[in-house]
């Protein structure tokens, strides 16, 4: 049973940055963020793979949110950056691991086994 712990959320105007930090208790492939805002569905945002250092990021946060980890991840932690923050990137934000992942489609969310509790970020106009 891998347990994920998120941190770094809060709150931010509109054209602020946050970071947000996931800590998995064991080691996992696949480490990615989702996001779900009351009455939206959960959406992917971003994945890395610790071995190989891909990434993958949803449409909607393309070019303002980045995701990276340590080299060598030895705390199997991962970042994500988020900058030019906007009022819709309001939501839960989830940690996620994943053993393997679809590099078409990464953000299938049964590919994801193991979920952390979320961190909430809220982004104010």
């Known amino acids: 049973q891998v347990q994920l712990m998120e941190s770094g959320g809060g709150s931010v105007q509109a054209g602020g940055s946050l970071r947000l930090s996931c800590t998995a208790s064991?080691?996992?492939?696949?480490l990615g963020w989702f996001r779900q805002a009351p009455g939206k569905e959960r959406e992917g945002v971003a994945v890395?793979?610790?071995?190989?250092?891909?990434?993958?990021?949803g449409d909607s946060v393309k070019g303002r949110f980045t995701i990276s980890q340590d080299i060598p991840n030895t705390e199997n932690t991962v970042y994500l950056q988020m900058n030019s923050l906007k009022p819709e990137d309001t939501a839960m934000y989830y940690c996620?691991?994943?053993?393997?992942?679809?590099?078409?489609?990464?953000?299938?969310?049964?590919?994801?086994?193991?979920w952390g509790q979320g961190t909430q970020v809220t982004v104010s106009s």
């Open positions: 996620a691991a994943a053993p393997f992942i679809n590099p078409w489609k990464p953000f299938i969310p049964s590919a994801y086994n193991f």
């Open positions: 064991e080691d996992s492939t696949y």
């Open positions: 890395i793979h610790k071995y190989g250092g891909s990434t993958y990021y």
